[in-house]
């Protein structure tokens, strides 16, 4: 079955530096992968996906994603890092039945 | 345009209590999901809908019941709710199929405490 691990439970970084968070996925075929962020007391919202093409995939806010087939990996990346950016981050992977494997989250703090 | 609405937001039930949570949403989705949340373990599926008038379960269906009468909504009941239900449930809906890669829209989550 498939699974997600997201080996970082919480992340510290400062204003403006960068960021990666990972995530990595098991799933015998080529998976439809997502990142979602979960601002305090919201639901979760979609920052980007990835199904085919090019491997580095583009999403809002200024997040970026790199596809690794021999990792199994897919890592969300930022430049710059923003006091909002401050949240939970969910990496989930697309099942073949109707469901989506989410992974338990990295919660991020910035510090000013 | 609400997009996805969960009510009610919070809660507090006594051990053995039945609630109903709603989730209504004005998108005119066809599938629809009900997940929880809990520390350290991410989202999982409890149940989903793949149409009005069809439910299914999913990862962590014990101790709930679902329907779907009318495609904007989907109801999640707890016929008697035990402690370790307590949890942070959140709805959400999708126009196709979860795992071809479409997005889901998320409500903004009930909190459930059972004492």
């Known amino acids: 079955a498939q699974s997600v691990t997201q080996p970082d439970i919480h992340i510290t970084v400062s204003e403006g530096a960068s960021l990666e968070l990972r995530c990595n996925y098991s799933?015998?075929?080529?998976?439809?992968l997502f990142w979602y962020v979960q601002s305090p007391g919201q639901g979760l919202q979609l920052l980007l996906k990835?199904?085919?093409?090019?491997?580095l995939v583009q999403g809002i806010k200024g997040f970026e994603a790199e596809f690794k087939r021999s990792q199994s990996s897919f890592n969300l990346r930022k430049p710059s890092v923003h006091w909002s950016d401050a949240a939970e981050y969910f990496c989930?992977?697309?099942?073949?039945?109707?469901?989506?494997?989410f992974g338990a989250g990295t919660r991020l703090t910035v510090k000013p | 345009n609400a997009g996805v609405t969960q009510t009610p937001k919070f809660r507090v039930l006594k051990t053995g209590q039945s609630m109903t949570l709603l989730c209504a949403q004005d998108?005119?989705?066809?599938?629809m999901y009900w997940y929880r949340q809990d520390p350290g373990m991410g989202l999982r599926l409890i149940h989903y809908?793949?149409?009005?008038?069809?439910?299914a379960k999913g990862e962590v269906p014990d101790g709930y019941n679902v329907s779907r009468l009318k495609k904007q909504n989907f109801l999640l009941g707890l016929e008697s709710a035990a402690p370790s239900q307590t949890s942070v449930y959140f709805c959400?809906?999708?126009?196709?199929?979860?795992?071809?890669?479409?997005?889901?829209?998320f409500g903004q989550g009930t909190r459930l405490t059972v004492v």
């Open positions: 990835y199904f085919s093409g090019d491997t």
């Open positions: 959400a809906s999708t126009p196709v199929r979860m795992n071809v890669g479409t997005e889901a829209f």
């Open positions: 998108m005119n989705h066809e599938y």
């Open positions: 799933y015998g075929a080529t998976p439809y």
């Open positions: 989930a992977v697309g099942a073949n039945n109707n469901d989506m494997r």
């Open positions: 809908s793949v149409g009005e008038g069809t439910t």
